[in-house]
């Protein structure tokens, strides 16, 4: 071996040790995000109950301090709890599958569009006699309208036409406000495959409160999905008010963008997409990694990363 | 006892008062004779309703000019199908919503005869249109036909004395084959057969086209999916089902290419009302209401495990291997089956047999 050579292969070895200690750290944060989800979770649903309501009316922008900025990796399916068939349904997906004209003009589903980092418009819609809220419209930038419905009125049966936003219903629990959601569409819970199946629901906490003269809204979201799922999956956005933001409209015009066999779907036979190996090739991990599902939401699965991150860099490059 | 969907009806009728709506769905209207047990009205767009639980979806229009109905449900459900029309028109009309005569407002003239009006008797069944010669989509023929009628005049009426009796039967000509093969009663065979690509109903019916396209070995050999034109309404039959992968009946001419051309071709007839979501409406074969975007999934699940089949049938594998193989995981806990009449492995076994049928020709 050369002395360039030798240099490369210990820059590799540097490099996949970085990358080792960055999956590390980037899992870490995913499951420190995680805790203080739960934590604003179990603090959302163990507060008593009071009777003030609140209003929720107004301009949020997204406060992008989470892990709602950067795009996920492909295979990145770390703190989602994914059945073996969702897992499938992620290897096979294919990224060129939204040229296709029935994908081109989709926006984010309710399961989605509280975690990315469009933001938000709230106004109340209110009966013209009595006055009473009959309910909170929403809406996202790309996104469609949705409205959380006030005035008790039931879910629609299930052979009713589901939506990207779903039917939602709110109840007061004191001052924050419990939404449930059914009736979405398919969908996913992560931009990169992970799919969200048609028969998911939603229960949603609005949290709206008051924090160093800024107000915030603490948005939180439990997906239940007996399809997909082996777990609820629990996360949180938050956003802050600024009355000077306007949603701008943001049409779409389905096009020809690749010219392809009619009927032809991009995607990949199962155990040949080399894709997915993006997240854990990144970091320097091991492949089988990202099968992990729910394990990979709790706090003890870092003990299972620092077994495996040793193993990984004793394969690095260099190392043998 | 009756339990139509009067929240449905509601959620349709708009003028109807919110206290009337309660009432009604306290205290379903009840009839002589048969009810329309477990069957569901779901309003879609204007004159167009999906009745839920017939063993099928059938696809209504419902109106001054009668009804017509796409596919007939199981034989088993034709007195519930029959009752739950009855009950969808009565309500329709204790709304005056199929009342074509108008109030008197000539002149002066300007009071109402609704407080002492009684409200016209159901309009007749006038047309079935099957969508194959599945059992579900022709076993309510001949009871549901023998309650209808067909309008006939002139020379028709003369020569050909029973051209009244019952409404009239539409199906591509190969429903007409298959179910004579089965020994099906004269009463249930189609009256109006085509063998070209398309057929229309010949006139305006409750005030909008409606054109019947037929799609080649789909389910079957006779298969079609029929566009309400004005409403923006697809009822697809077969080739669409929102609980369960396609049925495809090999030995009757299907295939699983013809239902991706079937599935296909309704995308193209298809536009979004905005963002890939509502506009033409679909009304599948079995399960909930859906949309171009729900057609789309459901075209791409099929369009991946044909693609899945192939690359294994390429490799030379046996139906058995392939089955092991498990084509379909990824959409099996949500529309897959281990039991009942169509099984997750009698639709890969479907999908084999097809491709493989269409490697030899």
């Not at chain 1, 980092?117 to 419209?137: G, T, Y």
């Not at chain 2, 919110?18 to 477990?38: I, K, L, Y």
């Not at chain 2, 199981?74 to 709304?95: C, G, M, P």
């Not at chain 2, 071709?265 to 729900?294: N, Q």
Request: glycine share 8%.
């Amino acid at each position: 071996m050369g002395f360039g050579a030798a240099a490369t292969m210990n820059s590799i070895t540097i490099a996949r040790s970085r990358q080792t200690r960055a999956l590390r750290g980037h899992v870490m944060r995913k499951v420190r995000r995680l805790r203080l989800a739960v934590a604003s979770f179990a603090a959302v649903i163990g507060g008593g109950a009071a009777t003030a309501q609140m209003d929720f009316s107004g301009e949020w922008p997204v406060v992008r301090s989470q892990d709602n900025q950067d795009n996920p990796h492909l295979g990145e399916y770390v703190g989602i709890p994914l059945s073996r068939e969702a897992i499938r349904r992620a290897e096979i997906w294919d990224a060129s599958i939204q040229s296709l004209p029935e994908w081109q003009c989709r926006p984010h589903s309710a399961a989605y569009i509280k975690r990315g980092p469009s933001n938000l418009r709230v106004w109340k819609e209110v009966d013209p006699a009595s006055r009473q809220i009959i309910a909170f419209q929403t809406e996202w930038l790309r996104s469609t309208n949705t409205p959380i419905y006030m005035d008790g009125r039931p879910h629609p049966p299930e052979y009713a036409a589901h939506t990207w936003g779903g039917f939602s219903t709110g109840t007061w629990e004191g001052d924050r406000l419990r939404v449930e959601t059914t009736h979405m569409k398919e969908d996913y819970y992560r931009r990169n495959g992970v799919p969200q199946s048609d028969t998911a629901r939603l229960t949603e906490y609005l949290i709206r409160r008051r924090f160093q003269n800024e107000d915030y809204l603490t948005w939180v979201i439990v997906a239940y999905d007996d399809v997909y799922l082996t777990e609820p999956l629990i996360r949180s956005t938050e956003y802050r008010l600024n009355l000077a933001q306007l949603v701008p409209p943001y049409p779409c015009t389905i096009v020809t963008e690749v010219v392809r066999p009619e009927g032809y779907v991009p995607n990949w036979l199962p155990g040949k997409n080399d894709q997915i190996y993006s997240f854990s090739d990144f970091y320097g991990l091991p492949r089988e990694l990202y099968f992990d599902g729910a394990e990979t939401m709790y706090p003890e699965y870092r003990n299972k990363l620092e077994r495996v991150g040793a193993t990984a860099a004793r394969r690095a490059p260099g190392r043998e | 006892m009756l339990a139509l969907s009067v929240c449905a009806l509601a959620a349709a009728l708009p003028a109807a008062d919110a206290q009337q709506r309660a009432a009604q769905q306290q205290r379903p209207v009840q009839r002589g004779g048969e009810s329309a047990g477990e069957l569901h009205w779901w309003p879609v767009r204007k004159n167009i309703w999906m009745l839920v639980g017939a063993g099928t979806n059938i696809a209504a229009s419902v109106g001054p000019d009668g009804v017509l109905l796409v596919n007939a449900g199981t034989a088993d459900k034709s007195a519930r199908v029959i009752a739950a029309i009855k009950e969808l028109q009565a309500q329709l009309n204790a709304f005056g919503f199929l009342d074509v005569m108008q109030p008197q407002r000539g002149g002066a003239e300007t009071r109402s005869r609704f407080p002492v009006n009684t409200h016209a008797p159901p309009k007749p069944v006038r047309y079935i249109i099957d969508t194959s010669s599945l059992p579900h989509s022709v076993g309510g023929n001949e009871a549901i036909a023998a309650s209808g009628v067909t309008y006939t005049g002139g020379n028709v009426a003369g020569t050909i004395a029973d051209s009244s009796e019952g409404a009239a039967v539409v199906a591509h000509e190969n429903v007409l084959n298959r179910m004579v093969e089965r020994d099906m009663p004269f009463g249930a065979l189609p009256t109006e057969t085509f063998f070209t690509a398309e057929y229309k109903v010949s006139t305006f019916f409750n005030d909008e086209g409606v054109q019947v396209v037929h799609v080649p070995n789909a389910a079957t050999d006779g298969d079609s999916f029929v566009f309400f034109r004005g409403s923006d309404v697809i009822a697809a039959g077969d080739l669409f089902n929102m609980d369960s992968f396609p049925i495809i009946d090999v030995e009757s001419g299907g295939s699983i290419n013809g239902v991706l051309a079937g599935l296909n071709a309704i995308l193209k007839l298809a536009i979004p009302e905005f963002r890939t979501e509502g506009g033409t409406m679909v009304i599948p074969g079995h399960g909930r209401l859906g949309d171009s975007a729900d057609v789309g999934y459901y075209r791409d699940m099929l369009t991946i495990i044909r693609d899945q089949v192939q690359a294994l049938i390429d490799e030379g594998l046996t139906l058995e291997q392939v089955i092991e193989r498990k084509p379909t995981f990824g959409y099996e806990a949500r529309f897959g089956s281990n039991s009942g009449p169509w099984t997750t492995e009698m639709f890969i076994e479907a999908v084999y047999r097809s491709l493989k049928e269409t490697s030899k020709s």
